[in-house]
């Protein structure tokens, strides 16, 4: 269902390429190496998000001056690029800047994505200078990886008249779908680490929605996540049907072959419809 970019440039390579120094921030210790089963030692309270989206290894790397001001360095090796660009998905925000794949700038932080790695690198002080660095450090690291990702091939199932880029969200897991939109505690469209899921908002004429796309390794399972979503969330609808929710928003849902379309919520009955009929599905098999 992925592409796998597991070869190329290797984690190791791309440490030993690293610059010992940037500006007046040296290396301080060795580098850090974290595994799926030791990131939650490193990363307090946001570790799941990065196993949620497979991940490989974290090379972590710190630099600090005299003075003791550091600026750290995180490689995420995510496996493949799909997933480099999920988790950079998981929180886009920041000002947009030319760094690797959609680089962002926020105050002493920048991050992007670019091949399987995902990158962020930080200073634990905003100075003009502790900004400097960070940018060239970035700018080291971008040209250290030569290849660019992919983005999932599911995105290009979204239509794209009204998409709102910025709400994007790549996922596998039904807790990172519930960080964004709660749907329910049970993994009711039992995503897995080999579904493939994008979430997205649309912006019409007067109207806002909401929708969830979400492919499976086989037809069977889609049309077992398309009856247990309908039975739990829409028990009033038909099959295609659309309901109104609590909320007075629209939902509806549809299934053919491996992808299930789900409209969570429309403004209107009538962009309901729209979405549901302009997403391409009959030669997802």
């Given amino acids: 269902m992925m592409s796998s970019n597991s070869h190329g440039l290797s984690t190791e390579e791309l440490q030993s390429g690293l610059p010992e120094q940037i500006m007046d921030w040296s290396k301080q210790t060795e580098d850090q190496i974290y595994t799926p089963q030791t990131i939650f030692s490193?990363?307090?309270?946001?570790?799941?998000?990065?196993?949620?989206?497979?991940?490989?290894?974290?090379?972590?790397?710190?630099?600090?001056?005299?003075?003791?001001?550091?600026?750290?360095?995180?490689?995420?090796?995510?496996?493949?690029?799909?997933?480099?660009?999920?988790?950079?998905?998981?929180?886009?925000?920041?000002?947009?800047?030319?760094?690797?794949?959609?680089?962002?700038?926020?105050?002493?932080?920048?991050?992007?994505?670019?091949?399987?790695?995902?990158?962020?690198?930080?200073?634990?002080?905003?100075?003009?200078?502790?900004?400097?660095?960070?940018?060239?450090?970035?700018?080291?690291?971008?040209?250290?990886?030569?290849?660019?990702?992919?983005?999932?091939?599911?995105?290009?199932?979204?239509?794209?008249?009204?998409?709102?880029?910025?709400?994007?969200?790549?996922?596998?897991?039904?807790?990172?779908?519930?960080?964004?939109?709660?749907?329910?505690?049970?993994?009711?469209?039992?995503?897995?680490?080999e579904t493939e899921a994008v979430l997205a908002g649309y912006q019409g004429k007067k109207a806002e929605a909401l929708i969830l796309l979400v492919s499976y390794p086989e037809a069977t399972a889609a049309n077992n996540a398309f009856a247990n979503f309908n039975r739990h969330y829409l028990e009033q609808g038909g099959k295609n049907g659309l309901v109104v929710l609590e909320n007075n928003k629209w939902s509806g849902s549809k299934v053919s072959g491996r992808l299930l379309v789900i409209v969570l919520e429309a403004d209107s009955r009538q962009l309901a419809e729209i979405l549901l009929e302009t997403i391409p599905i009959s030669d997802f098999k």
Avoid at 95 to 120: A, H, T, V
Wanted: proline share 5%; hydrophobic share 35%; glycine share 8%.
């Fill in 42 to 193: 490193y990363i307090n309270g946001g570790a799941e998000v990065y196993k949620a989206y497979n991940m490989r290894r974290c090379l972590t790397r710190r630099y600090a001056t005299p003075q003791g001001s550091a600026i750290v360095l995180d490689l995420f090796d995510m496996g493949t690029s799909e997933d480099a660009y999920g988790v950079y998905t998981h929180d886009p925000t920041g000002d947009e800047i030319q760094l690797g794949q959609d680089g962002r700038l926020r105050p002493g932080w920048i991050n992007f994505w670019k091949d399987r790695f995902f990158i962020s690198i930080y200073s634990e002080e905003e100075t003009p200078a502790a900004q400097k660095a960070v940018r060239l450090l970035g700018e080291k690291v971008d040209s250290l990886i030569n290849s660019p990702g992919t983005r999932p091939k599911i995105i290009g199932r979204l239509p794209a008249e009204g998409l709102q880029s910025s709400s994007i969200r790549y996922l596998h897991h039904h807790v990172i779908l519930n960080y964004h939109y709660y749907l329910s505690d049970e993994n009711l469209l039992n995503l897995s680490p």
